[in-house]
């Protein structure tokens, strides 16, 4: 019997499908679902996946108590691999008994071959005859043209590739445990308040700090705009002074008040331009394209991984942006004309021949993210369904003929004052017909010759200020990460979330905590190379060098232990400076705003120490007594803030699907919408309760 080992349930059941000759048996062992089928050569085999990793890699019991033991400890601790899914491994370890040769279907990446290894492993233990006839099926999509190749021209584990994967997991262990430990040791943060600092996470914080606190000391300058809307031919048009941004307030003023009468056509330009089309998508790029579309970078990749887990988008977590020879673009597209698509793809299918766009970055591991599935709105849930189509339509787009624009520029005199004009449009849309997330609204001008009157309709000064560089936002920042080669593309979503989870930033485009702030200052005042990419991009480089044979796992890991014992020491050294700077953060968050009773004292959090709840409490308790209350539940942030109907401080609470903006007045006029659906829905529960009363006791009468 051949035994397929697979990442998880839903890829083992579709494989068996695939490759059955005849009916799929699905049968299971403690619960854990497994699928039994004959292949067309006529061999039985049978099919089961895992649960990801099914063994994880952990300190000694005797490392566990975190006020014990020392963290600095952890820097050379022993390191063991612990059971977390004991009913798969029962499972696979039964099925490994009674197979005679093994195939490693894991994803193909150093994750899932790290998988595969730690498969083979448990396999192995029951039937050391399997590690001999180990093989490993390749593929990119859980299509049947590519799982029955995948099985047709089986490869071998790369035990390298492996062993980076298992140096990520071993070196982020040591790196994660000792400097949460330490940090959440020295601020008494225990429990679910614990603080965490990684290898990754810290420096990707320390990014986003550094552009806080450029917004934070940027100093607006004003400036003035002139701007004056004309007509000519009955349409109308708007132009800005030539100067555009007038620094001196009283020369802008003397050039608005002089403007009058009509105006005059001096130059007239117009040019013609190809719009490339974008690149096939790659993780980094689907995940940007994503956000802006309002998911969240984790929700985004979870997607993704579902939907190719259904067989309808390719692997999701790949660095290729080149079409490989080999993929079969126009049955792709043959697939897509047979669902929502079928107008659009089928004018590409017309097409004599493709020529896609392509990307800078070619890898042999994966292709690009493309459909590999027909699929229809309505058949599955709407969030789904957006990222399936972005995925069917950027595919479309790399296929589709360059975009071409028309842009001109029309200069006027006005009153003797320079003026000019700018308009677009699309005159060949090309691409953007098929990918419309591009695309903007054309802007067109009359058309104009030299020498042309026209009429001044209305004039305007404009007063503004010159903007602070934006704060980051998720797809931004994953773009920023792979500047710096921080985390991978597997990895770089989940330390984003870990980073909202932890408390140390919140809302989109990433606004940091003062905690979050104060943690990165302790790292980078304390501990410089922790918070700097550079070191964490060179353990990112050794990792790789693994995976080609020029250093060995333990080589890597033995490095990075001795980079973090330096680092570490002068944490130790500092230890009451690096948490009083965290403390420092941690009260200014409690901080809510100004107290509205008194005008003297500040609104904070505060827990009482009886029932244990938390509220908001004037500090000039007692001789202030304002309260509010809070929700018990999300991390409370100051917002600074305050309500327009009464006056009460804003705050934001962090917690579930999304953070949400309240006002701290229980009274407030705001909430008398809110009031009135709960006050519904409290007579409704009290109707159902008499009804049932009722029935109660008619039926009692009944049965008397």
């Known amino acids: 019997m051949r035994l397929i080992i697979t990442e998880k349930n839903d890829a083992a059941k579709k494989i068996a499908g695939i490759l059955a000759a005849g009916p799929v048996k699905e049968e299971s062992f403690l619960k854990v679902p497994y699928y039994r089928f004959t292949d067309e050569s006529g061999q039985p085999a049978v099919a089961i996946g895992l649960k990801g990793h099914v063994v994880q890699v952990d300190f000694p019991p005797e490392y566990a108590e975190w006020r014990k033991v020392e963290p600095r400890a952890l820097i050379d601790a022993p390191l063991v691999k612990t059971e977390t899914a004991k009913s798969v491994i029962r499972a696979v370890r039964r099925l490994a008994a009674e197979a005679t040769s093994l195939i490693i279907a894991t994803d193909f990446d150093r994750e899932g071959e790290l998988i595969g290894l730690e498969a083979l492993e448990l396999a192995s233990q029951e039937n050391p005859r399997l590690a001999r006839s180990v093989r490993r099926a390749r593929y990119s999509a859980l299509t049947a043209g590519d799982i029955k190749k995948a099985f047709a021209h089986l490869e071998y584990l790369s035990e390298p590739l492996a062993k980076a994967g298992e140096a990520r997991q071993d070196i982020d262990l040591i790196w994660g445990a000792t400097l949460t430990r330490f940090v959440s040791l020295a601020t008494s943060r225990l429990g679910n308040q614990f603080l965490s600092v990684g ?102 990749m979870r997607i993704a991984e579902d939907l190719y887990m259904a067989g309808y988008i390719s692997y999701p977590r790949t660095d290729n942006t080149v079409y490989p020879p080999s993929l079969d673009l126009r049955g792709s597209l043959a697939l897509l004309a047979e669902g929502e698509f079928s107008t659009e793809a089928g004018q590409l299918l017309a097409k004599e021949a493709f020529h896609p766009s392509r990307g800078d970055r070619r890898t042999t591991d994966h292709p690009p993210i493309y459909p590999t599935g027909v699929l229809r709105r309505g058949e599955i849930g709407e969030r789904e ?148 990419p550079e070191m964490t991009a060179e353990l990112e480089k050794d990792m790789d ?154 039926g009692e009468k009944d049965d008397e």
């Open 385 to 532: 369904w957006r990222l399936y189509e972005l995925v069917a339509r950027r595919f479309m787009a790399t296929l589709a003929d360059e975009a071409v624009m028309e842009s001109n520029r029309v200069d006027l005199s006005v009153s003797g004052e320079p003026f000019f004009a700018r308009g677009n449009r699309v005159v060949f849309a090309g691409w953007l017909d098929y990918y419309p997330y591009s695309r903007q609204k054309d802007a067109e001008l009359p058309l104009l010759n030299k020498d042309d009157a026209v009429l001044l309709v209305d004039k305007q000064l404009e007063a503004k200020e010159t903007q602070p560089p934006p704060r980051y936002g998720q797809g931004t920042l994953i773009e920023l990460m792979e500047k710096y080669n921080l985390g991978t593309k597997a990895t770089r979503h989940t330390i984003i979330q870990n980073l909202y989870d932890r408390g140390y930033v919140h809302g989109n485009p990433m606004e940091p905590t003062e905690m979050g702030i104060k943690m990165a200052e302790a790292i980078q005042q304390h501990a410089p190379r922790i918070a700097s």
């Open 545 to 698: 060098l693994i995976s080609e044979r020029a250093l060995s796992k333990e080589e890597v890991v033995a490095l990075s232990r001795d980079l973090l014992r330096e680092a570490y020491a002068t944490l130790e050294r500092n230890r009451d400076q690096v948490a009083a700077k965290i403390y420092e953060g941690i009260t200014d968050d409690r901080i809510l705003g100004d107290c509205p009773k008194c005008g003297k004292n500040k609104l904070r959090v505060i827990r009482s120490k009886t029932s244990k709840k938390r509220f908001v409490g004037c500090e000039g308790y007692p001789e202030c007594d304002q309260t509010y209350p809070l929700p018990q539940r999300g991390d409370v942030i100051g917002t600074d803030e305050v309500c327009s109907l009464c006056g009460s401080p804003k705050v934001k609470i962090l917690g579930g699907r999304r953070p949400w903006v309240l006002c701290l007045d229980p009274d407030c006029p705001s909430k008398d919408g809110y009031r009135e659906k709960q006050a519904a829905r409290t007579a409704g529960r009290v109707g159902r309760r008499s009804r049932r009363t009722v029935a109660t006791a008619v």
């Open 199 to 300: 290898r990754v996470q810290t420096p990707t914080l320390c990014l986003i700090v550094e552009r806080e606190k450029e917004r934070r000391a940027f100093v607006p300058e004003p400036y003035w705009v002139v701007k004056v809307e004309l007509e000519a031919d009955g349409h109308r048009f708007s132009a800005v002074h030539k100067e555009e941004r007038f620094t001196d307030q009283a020369r802008a003023e003397a050039i608005y008040e002089k403007l009058a009468g009509a105006g005059r056509v001096t130059a007239v330009k117009q040019t013609s331009r190809k719009i490339p089309r974008p690149a096939p998508f790659n993780t980094t790029s689907f995940t940007i394209a994503a956000t802006s579309l309002g998911y969240s970078a984790a929700a985004a």
